[in-house]
């Protein structure tokens, strides 16, 4: 959902701000910037920022004012790692908001539900993947990339009707009878773009991918 183009009362402006402004700060100070001495990691970044800002500009519109897209925030965190992540995001989500236009005051609302729990949705289920399951390259492509994509575009989405439903005057039961149902095609897209994106990159070029490590995905140590 656009949540740029509707209008959310001043207290959800302000709380949104709150929380989203440390969550940055945090982003900042944990990512490796060091690790952008290679030339090649930097490259990444910037690529896969460029490619968020055109895959969330394709976008399908149901009814009024329903729009839906893929996010590939659980590709970009698998990438780069969580606090590369919510940097590249935030200049995604400024970009996509210059472009398109809407309100300013809602990027923070926008990049928490869009950006922050996808992120944040998708390291949990790799973290937990790692403690509970196998070693083994399967595990990685179809728990973490395939069923960690999925989740996190129905996080994002769940994020988005809740703040529609309680904060932007849209009826409950048009939001969750009408819009939510759609996630569950998007999902389903979302996982496959994903782990289809991070097998040929793990395939092709395994140095691009923060979280994949040959000594416990190929050796199984």
Request: charged share 10%; glycine share 10%.
């Amino acid at each position: 959902m656009d949540l740029t183009s509707v209008a959310f009362p001043a207290s959800w402006i302000v709380a949104t701000w709150a929380l989203a402004a440390p969550l940055a700060w945090w982003a900042l100070r944990a990512a490796p910037w060091g690790r952008f001495g290679a030339s090649e990691q930097a490259h990444v970044w910037y690529g896969t920022i460029f490619c968020l800002i055109v895959l969330w500009n394709i976008q399908a519109t149901v009814g009024e004012g329903y729009t839906f897209h893929l996010l590939g925030v659980a590709a970009f965190t698998l990438l780069v790692g969580a606090p590369l992540a919510l940097i590249g995001t935030v200049v995604a989500v400024g970009v996509n908001v210059a472009v398109r236009g809407g309100f300013v005051v809602n990027v923070a609302l926008v990049w928490l539900t869009m950006a922050v729990a996808p992120v944040a949705v998708v390291t949990l289920v790799r973290r937990l993947s790692e403690q509970l399951l196998p070693p083994n390259f399967f595990i990685y492509i179809f728990v973490v990339a395939f069923f960690g994509a999925a989740v996190s575009l129905g996080s994002a989405g769940l994020a988005g009707a809740i703040a529609l439903a309680t904060g932007g005057g849209r009826p409950a039961g048009l939001v969750f009878g009408e819009y939510v149902p759609y996630l569950i095609y998007l999902a389903f897209g979302e996982a496959t773009l994903t782990g289809m994106a991070l097998t040929l990159t793990v395939v092709y070029r395994p140095q691009w991918v923060a979280s994949f490590d040959d000594a416990r995905y190929i050796r199984g140590q």
